[in-house]
């Protein structure tokens, strides 16, 4: 059985200043910020199937003496290879240290095989934000009775980015 389980730690920090003041003698004021942000993840997920180490180590065959191998193990064939493409130094790598998963019936599985076959996934994630924003509001005119014609005028740019860093 596979049980997929994932554990993250999260570390976020942030900080804030912020400014505000009148304009003159009017009834104009104004105010501003700057926040920035980072956070750090770290997600772990264990048992996840890596599709093609599961490819090689469901593509068994006999070996020496009647014990189940992996083809490509046997075969010494550079993955690639096989379809005919020309060799994959990175698809060499995760040929190595094969093992042959039996996938019918009940804890069929390897202890070796699930090891091959099935790993963690880690993941790191480093995610920055910085927001500079600002406005300004008064008075627009002192109006007819019914009181005065207020506004407000604001302007935002944030920059945001996300790292992921994933290792298998």
Do not use: H
């Amino acid at each position: 059985e596979i049980g997929q389980i994932v554990n993250t730690d999260s570390d976020t920090t942030r900080w804030v200043l912020g400014l505000e003041g009148d304009i003159g003698e009017s009834s104009w004021s104004w105010d501003a910020y700057y926040q920035y942000g980072k956070t750090d993840r770290e997600q772990i997920g264990y048992d996840y199937r890596s599709s093609q180490r599961i490819l090689f180590a469901l593509d068994s065959v006999m070996g020496p003496g009647g014990v189940p191998m992996c083809r490509i193990t046997r075969d010494n064939v550079v993955p690639a290879q096989i379809g005919g493409g020309p060799p994959n130094a990175n698809q060499a790598v995760l040929a190595q240290g094969c093992a042959p998963l039996n996938p019918f019936g009940l804890n069929s599985m390897s202890p070796e095989a699930r090891a091959y076959a099935f790993g963690p996934i880690v993941e790191f994630n480093t995610i920055d934000q910085e927001i500079v924003a600002g406005s300004v509001s008064g008075e627009l005119w002192k109006g007819l009775g019914a009181g005065p014609l207020t506004s407000a005028f604001g302007a935002e740019f944030r920059d945001e980015g996300l790292r992921n860093d994933v290792y298998s």
